[in-house]
């Protein structure tokens, strides 16, 4: 199952706070730590005692058509975000999505956002079940690969012409990241080419956030073209998209994030 991987099986969310305290250490954290915002949105020990924690996953609706992972953090801002996943329907966004939060006790200040602004729109919060973000998945991750029967819209055939011709210069831009995502993350993706640490970027916006993309420098143009083969591929419960970059366009996303 492709969800296995990013999350564990337990669906009880412990096994993705466990990972959130392995990525987060302090000083670290893409969202930042404050004696606050841990005292507040971090369950204790025993608050769940005698049965196993929620999945911790709300639902998002009505949200500008334009909205980007990093708007969605924006919204839900003091909160850890694990994944945001983003409704499709036809190929057309729906205005819906899933969002995975790193401890079930965040899920009751995420829903206290219900019907608050983003943008000129206000957006509802529900609260949803780990059955129905999977369900969400892999509706996603099938629609990507052309493999539902429910949908017949084909992406543009000028979407993979365009990739497929352009020129490769050993740089790839990748886009869909979780948020969650390291650096471990991105070479076990292309476990079959040879990575250094410092060939792999993220972007963040002009708060330090990331934005959901990143780069990742090959050793020749040969491996960037050859490691297209893992275009829409999933790096845990995330189909992740592949484009032919340059080292400028590299350099200008990074500069831009500083």
């Known amino acids: 199952m492709f969800y296995r991987g990013k999350f564990g099986d337990g669906g ?29 949105y971090n369950p204790t020990p025993y608050a769940y005692a005698g049965q196993p924690p929620p999945f911790p996953v709300v639902k998002l609706r009505g949200l500008p058509f334009d909205c980007t992972e990093a708007d969605v953090a924006e919204f839900l801002h003091g909160l850890d975000i694990v994944d945001v996943l983003f409704v499709h329907k036809n190929g057309k966004f729906t205005g819906e999505a899933f969002c995975v939060l790193g401890y079930p006790l965040q899920v009751d200040f995420a829903l206290s956002r219900n019907r608050q602004n983003m943008g000129r729109r206000y957006v509802e919060v529900f609260r949803s079940k780990r059955q129905e973000y999977y369900k969400a998945i892999a509706n996603e991750v ?22 497929d011709s352009a020129e490769h210069t050993g740089v790839l831009r990748l886009r869909g990241l979780p948020f969650s995502a390291g650096k471990d993350d991105i070479m076990d993706f292309f476990k079959d080419f040879v990575l250094s640490e410092s060939s792999i970027h993220f972007t963040m916006n002009s708060e330090g956030r990331p934005t959901g993309e990143g780069f ?11 490691a297209m083969a893992k275009d829409r591929m999933t790096l845990g419960s995330r189909y992740i998209e592949l484009f032919p970059s340059s080292h400028e366009e590299l350099d200008e996303a990074v500069s831009r994030g500083r």
């Open 216 to 226: 990742v420098e090959f050793a020749s143009a040969e491996d960037s073209k050859a």
């Open 142 to 163: 099938s629609d990507a690969r052309g493999g539902s029967p429910r949908r017949n819209v084909p992406r543009a055939k000028s979407y993979d012409e365009g990739k």
């Open 12 to 40: 009880d969310g412990r096994d993705m706070g466990a990972k959130r305290q392995r990525l987060g250490d302090p000083g670290s954290s893409f969202y930042g730590t404050s004696p606050g915002s841990s005292y507040m």
